[in-house]
């Protein structure tokens, strides 16, 4: 017999393989906020938070699998095989899935990012079964027809050429190569218009058969739910597939141990005839699993997370130089991005870079003042709390945790964390990551003698 505190769950004897192990990762009052984790005897991890409050469900599933495992001749592979998960399976075809969907008005979608990839549907309550059994049926019996993986080319070159377009969005890839080079993560998402004419329907299936094993998923759920009915419908859907293994094997741990390059005080730029010249000035930043995250989560805010933000007030409030200008960090398993944002006209490029510049140095030598990291602390845990107020949110918090940490932590525990940042924290990560030599991507019109002075912003 089983015993109630493990919360294991047998099934009958002729089952007796399919044993899960099931924890209370956060305990909720009265329920609300739980989260509970189940491991299935193949490996995969199906992870709830349970809101009763609400009346819809947020169901995704999340792939161990991104832009940074691509060889170079597969740039793109991953982003690809996301359009190819929609257009069909051996059950549905791409307008049977997108009708299942409509007809109860959910919303489905997906998107891939440089180390995973997300796939997840949006409903009333009600309909959570029917999300569960078709995100399944895409993830688990998609047949990746040669007639649709030459439709879907032709729609990514133009998802490709329409970013192309959008000077603003297209300097941050630029910025990422600039930091990292023709490494993995120096690559862009979409790939290129070479690569993605390259890739075959028999290489995305390889592909696709090597990183969508179980042990490389994790199911997450949140919303008026309830965790033991979700467990039992995914297994359903996974054995109906044939995708669930019968050996106790052990999902993948959390990325970690590798050691990418990063570069400091290159200059990149790309020409182009726009109105505006964009700009990102920064340096390395820090891992996503690094202690120092919370503090350097504060200083980012205080430098250019909002309208009272150093940066802000500084380059736009007092001097007109930009309309949208900000700061922001990015993590990943091994490293980490410090990057400031700005958009302005070409002729007041340098005085912008200089501006921006100055100010993180002066953080760097100097820190913030304390009221300064107050301000940033409260401001930070609110936005923490009005990111987190639907279901999608809760779906993406509790799956990406439990993918990239393998763990999960409470809202509480989250403000609890930022509070915790002491003036000193900030300072002593605004000396390691602001101190460092910056990098610079520029996208914009920029005359010869403008873009010779651009070496002048990270010397």
């Known amino acids: 017999m089983t015993s109630r505190g493990s919360q294991a769950t047998a099934r009958t004897s002729s089952e007796a393989r399919a044993v899960a192990r099931t924890q209370t990762l956060i305990k909720g009052e009265n329920g609300i906020g739980t989260v509970r984790r189940t491991t299935l005897p193949g490996g995969l991890r199906i992870v709830t938070e349970t809101l009763p409050s609400v009346r819809s469900a947020t169901f995704g599933i999340w792939a161990h699998v991104g832009s940074r495992d691509e060889t170079p001749a597969l740039n793109g592979a991953t982003h690809y095989l996301e359009h190819l998960l929609f257009k069909g399976t ?40 029917l999300a ?19 439709v879907e080319r032709g729609a990514i070159l133009e998802e490709i050429a329409m970013t192309e377009d959008d000077p603003g969005d297209c300097v941050h890839d630029l910025f990422a190569h600039t930091m990292f080079g023709d490494n993995p993560l120096g690559r862009p998402v979409l790939g290129t218009v070479d690569t993605v004419n390259a890739l075959t329907a028999g290489r995305i299936r390889r592909f696709y058969k090597k990183h969508y094993d179980p042990t490389h998923l994790v199911v997450a759920c949140a919303g008026n739910v309830d965790h033991n009915k979700v467990v039992r419908q995914v297994r359903t859907a996974f054995e109906k597939a044939g995708a669930l293994k019968d050996t106790a094997a052990e999902p993948i741990a959390p990325r970690g141990g590798l050691r990418t390059l990063r570069t400091a005080g290159r200059v990149e730029l790309i020409g182009r005839k726009t109105e505006q010249a964009h700009v990102v000035l920064g340096m390395p930043g820090l891992a996503r699993t690094d202690e120092r995250r919370w503090a350097l989560g504060v200083l980012n805010t205080a430098l250019g997370g909002g309208m009272s933000s150093r940066l802000f007030q500084e380059v736009r409030e007092k001097r007109g130089l930009a309309y949208s200008v900000y700061s922001y960090t990015s993590g990943f398993a091994d490293c980490g991005l410090f990057g400031v944002y700005a958009g302005c006209r070409p002729s007041q490029v340098h005085d912008v870079l200089k501006i921006c510049r100055d100010e993180l140095d002066h953080v760097a030598e100097h820190g913030l003042p304390d009221e300064e990291i107050e301000r940033a602390i409260g401001q930070l845990r609110g936005s923490t709390v009005l990111g987190l107020e639907d279901t999608g949110a809760l779906m993406n918090r509790i799956g990406k945790s439990e993918l990239c940490w393998g763990e999960q932590m409470s809202v509480d525990d989250m403000l609890a964390r930022i509070a915790s940042v002491t003036p000193d924290d900030v300072r002593s990560v605004a000396r390691d990551v602001l101190g460092r030599r910056p990098s610079l991507s520029v996208i914009g019109p920029l005359k010869d003698k403008q873009a010779s002075r651009l070496h002048d912003a990270v010397a």
């Open 90 to 129: 051996s059950r549905r075809s791409a307008l049977d899935i997108s009708a299942a969907l409509d007809a109860v008005g959910g919303e489905m979608n997906a998107f891939t990012a440089k180390e995973y990839t997300c796939y997840y549907a949006r409903v009333l309550d009600t309909d959570l079964p």
């Open 132 to 150: 569960i059994d078709v995100v399944c049926d895409m993830l688990t019996g998609s047949v990746i027809r040669e007639e649709d993986v030459d």
